[in-house]
């Protein structure tokens, strides 16, 4: 099946400082990606809607000005988490549809720690 | 999309058939079912989908209701490393839309 790589796998970081997580689909064009974040114990859940060469789509309770998504091409998708928090510690999780709409491909994830 | 449920946990015995079910009542007559899983700590992984007929693949057989109503992911011949959270989703095909999860079942496997 179609690959979707994410970078990097885990990552520890200071409070106050950014983040980038890199999402990339190896082996299909995907012209929309989806941002999840997924906290202990719970359930994927969806922070934004990715879409290439446009802004982003936000789901309601996410700050876009602190979660950015940049969707330059249509193999990467970015989540920069800023000025992060230790509440932003969590597992994101990149999904990917090729232009066929078939299922759809996620990455491995991201660990994010911040202490 | 339609709402699911799906039961919290179940345990299967290593090299048993794991039969783990779905309710998806207010499907609609566009949506598909999709069977994902996750094992700990990795994204989801795809398993399976269907619309109404029954379906099989190399790692899975999906069974539709005739009504659509509920549906129930069949793992053969479930092994240790099929332990995972399963996830059933209903969503139209051909949409550019996100998979909804809710909270799916943890599936463990006992050797």
């Known amino acids: 099946g179609a690959v979707v790589s994410q970078h990097p796998s885990w990552v520890i970081c200071k409070s106050g400082t950014s983040v980038k997580i890199e999402c990339r689909s190896l082996?299909?064009?995907?012209?929309?990606m989806f941002w999840y974040r997924q906290f202990p114990k719970q359930s994927l859940m969806l922070m934004a809607t990715s879409n290439e060469g446009s802004k982003a789509t936000y789901e309601q309770g996410v700050e876009k000005d602190k979660f950015l998504i940049n969707h330059a091409s249509l193999t990467l998708s970015t989540l920069t988490v800023t000025s992060a928090h230790p509440e932003d510690s969590s597992f994101y999780i990149c999904?990917?549809?090729?232009?066929?709409?078939?299922?759809?491909?996620f990455g491995q994830g991201t660990r994010l720690t911040v202490v | 999309d339609a709402k699911t449920t799906q039961p919290p946990s179940m345990d299967c015995a290593e090299g048993r058939a794991a039969n783990l079910p779905c309710n998806h009542s207010?499907?609609?007559?566009?949506?598909?079912v999709y069977w994902y899983r996750q094992i700990h700590s990795q994204g989801p992984q795809y398993i399976i989908h269907?619309?109404?007929n029954n379906e099989t693949n190399e790692m899975a057989s999906l069974i539709i209701t005739e009504d659509r109503k509920s549906s129930t992911l069949i793992l053969p011949h479930a092994t240790l490393r099929d332990t995972a959270v399963y996830y059933c989703i209903v969503s139209p095909w051909g949409s550019a839309r996100q998979l909804t999860f809710g909270s799916g079942t943890q599936l463990t496997v006992l050797p």
């Open positions: 082996d299909f064009q995907a012209t929309t």
């Open positions: 999904s990917a549809r090729d232009q066929q709409n078939t299922e759809a491909f």
């Open positions: 269907g619309l109404k």
């Open positions: 207010t499907i609609s007559g566009n949506e598909y």
